[in-house]
């Protein structure tokens, strides 16, 4: 069955970094796009990147371009978020997920990982 | 990138129906055949309910049903049980290849 597990999130001062990783199994991980996706804590969903499923097309939302790097390593079928010049309001859980199969449509969600921006 | 626009709030007693709208605008909702709804328990990560306007994945029950019109996107969940209470979301392919979600929906079960 699909599993997405994400890891390295933790709490961390402003203006520093965290790289968060996002292991995947059951499913070919090389064929499809991946998306990260966070939720503030008692707040709804806000979708961050995507990455195709070769890693040539990245897409991002205004609030982390250019602080937000996404990426892939198909070889080990992980996937990655680079968060630099992080604020308080990136203080969230971070969810990993994956598109359908043809379709842009998330269907499959790991159980995400919480970033904590705080001094 | 605006969020879309969901209902803060809906209730319905058990057996009955409700319908929860998503507007949005020509660049995501009205432009493609491309919205999703979520459902998220608290504590859990969300779960795909429908997608491409009004297709079920498999094992999701057949009392929930999705429809658009124009830039306006809806979730109907009929025969409502007490598991369906939880917080729904919408979300939509955008034309700069991106995704929009909705700011959720809580559903109560009465």
């Known amino acids: 069955q699909v599993q997405l597990a994400e890891s390295g999130g933790g709490v961390v001062q402003p203006g520093r970094s965290l790289r968060l990783s996002c292991a995947a199994s059951?499913?070919?991980?090389?064929?499809?796009?991946i998306h990260w996706v966070r939720q503030a804590p008692g707040k709804g969903l806000e979708w961050v990147a995507v990455i195709s499923y070769d890693g040539s097309d990245k897409y991002y939302a205004d609030s982390v371009k250019g602080r937000f790097t996404i990426s892939r390593d198909n070889s080990k079928n992980t996937l990655y978020l680079q968060m630099n010049s992080l604020r308080a309001e990136d203080t969230a859980v971070y969810y990993c997920?994956?598109?359908?199969?043809?379709?842009?449509?998330?269907?499959?969600w790991g159980q995400g990982t919480l970033v904590s921006v705080s001094s | 990138q605006s969020a879309l626009t969901q209902p803060a709030s809906v209730s319905g007693s058990p057996g009955q129906s409700i319908a929860i709208s998503c507007t949005g605008t020509s660049s995501d909702i009205g432009g493609y055949n491309y919205v999703s709804w979520y459902q998220q328990h608290p504590g859990k990560a969300p779960k795909l309910m429908i997608y491409?306007?009004?297709n079920r994945p498999s094992g999701v029950p057949d009392r929930f049903s999705g429809s658009k019109s124009g830039n306006t996107a809806s979730l109907t969940i009929s025969g409502l049980q007490a598991e369906d209470e939880a917080d729904y979301y919408c979300s939509s392919y955008t034309s700069s290849n991106t995704r929009v979600f909705g700011g959720g929906t809580k559903l109560t079960v009465l």
């Open positions: 997920a994956k598109d359908m199969s043809g379709v842009p449509s998330i269907d499959y």
């Open positions: 059951g499913f070919t991980f090389s064929t499809y796009g």
């Open positions: 491409e306007v009004s």
